[in-house]
């Protein structure tokens, strides 16, 4: 099925290996799983992971009554369904959901498809969650903190990160919707200094990256702002 919704992901669908040492360097501290815990506690519920690429988080919701991914690169449903037996993985998209409605309690969408912005109104996704959800259900989406943090210097300093919503833009369109934004403040830490400068140059132009390496020499981390846009289907 042709999804006219999907854009491949630069870092995941450039090199899953590298994502995944990312994947693996996020939120040491549990800070962030917290945090969405707090948002929408998906115990003992069912729970959409939205755009789940290779399915890295699918196993992390294993206290779910039942957790499904859905992803619309379809070179990533194989290693996704490989993570976990629990998990249910579906070829989908933010705008084609192949599950019933009012079907579903939480859906996460990690740095997937929401990256509202001037040129872009991801309204018809958040009709599908919508559809999807039962009353009550809630969408979480983490984004990035484009203000605080050294992840968000970074990105305010690359160009290819435009299009992810720069400024108060996503937040104030998050707003609009009856959303609230929570910000929460974790890290990346990596066990060699060799993944660290192997996600910053996948994450980030190849002279931005060397800059900041150069200028952190001793560092095996940085921190990092996340931004969780949590909506309720009335």
């Given at each position: 099925?042709?999804?006219?919704?999907?854009?491949p992901?630069?870092?995941?669908?450039?090199?899953?290996?590298?994502?995944?040492?990312?994947?693996?360097?996020?939120?040491?501290?549990?800070?962030?799983?917290?945090?969405?815990?707090?948002a929408?506690?998906?115990?003992?519920?069912?729970?959409?992971?939205?755009?789940?690429?290779?399915?890295?988080?699918?196993?992390?919701?294993?206290?779910?009554?039942?957790?499904?991914?859905?992803?619309?690169?379809?070179?990533?449903?194989?290693?996704?369904?490989?993570?976990?037996?629990r998990?249910h993985?579906?070829?989908?998209?933010?705008?084609?959901?192949?599950?019933?409605?009012?079907?579903?309690?939480?859906?996460?969408?990690?740095?997937?498809?929401?990256?509202?912005?001037?040129?872009?109104?991801?309204?018809?996704?958040?009709?599908?969650?919508?559809?999807?959800?039962?009353?009550?259900g809630?969408?979480?989406?983490?984004?990035?903190?484009?203000?605080?943090?050294?992840?968000?210097?970074?990105?305010?300093?690359?160009?290819p990160?435009?299009?992810?919503?720069?400024?108060?833009?996503?937040?104030?369109?998050?707003?609009?919707?009856?959303?609230k934004?929570?910000?929460?403040?974790?890290?990346?830490?990596?066990?060699?200094?060799?993944?660290?400068?192997?996600?910053?140059?996948?994450?980030?132009?190849e002279?931005?990256?060397?800059?900041?390496?150069?200028?952190?020499?001793?560092?095996?981390?940085?921190?990092?702002?996340?931004?969780?846009?949590?909506?309720?289907?009335?």
């Amino acid at each position: 099925m042709a999804l006219h919704d999907f854009v491949p992901a630069a870092n995941q669908g450039g090199d899953p290996a590298v994502y995944e040492i990312e994947n693996e360097a996020i939120d040491p501290q549990g800070t962030l799983w917290e945090a969405l815990r707090r948002a929408a506690d998906w115990r003992h519920k069912v729970l959409v992971d939205l755009g789940c690429g290779s399915g890295y988080w699918l196993p992390k919701y294993s206290e779910s009554e039942k957790t499904i991914g859905i992803e619309p690169d379809e070179r990533l449903l194989e290693a996704a369904r490989a993570r976990t037996r629990r998990a249910h993985v579906y070829h989908g998209s933010a705008e084609h959901i192949p599950l019933a409605d009012s079907s579903v309690d939480v859906v996460h969408a990690r740095f997937a498809y929401f990256f509202p912005s001037e040129s872009f109104d991801p309204s018809a996704g958040l009709d599908e969650v919508a559809r999807v959800l039962r009353p009550g259900g809630r969408l979480v989406v983490i984004d990035n903190d484009h203000v605080l943090g050294e992840f968000a210097a970074l990105l305010r300093s690359s160009a290819p990160a435009a299009g992810q919503g720069r400024d108060s833009y996503p937040s104030t369109w998050w707003r609009e919707k009856g959303a609230k934004t929570l910000a929460v403040m974790s890290g990346w830490t990596f066990h060699r200094r060799t993944d660290l400068e192997r996600v910053l140059h996948l994450e980030f132009p190849e002279e931005l990256a060397q800059q900041w390496l150069s200028s952190h020499p001793e560092r095996l981390g940085l921190s990092y702002g996340y931004l969780l846009h949590i909506w309720t289907k009335p």
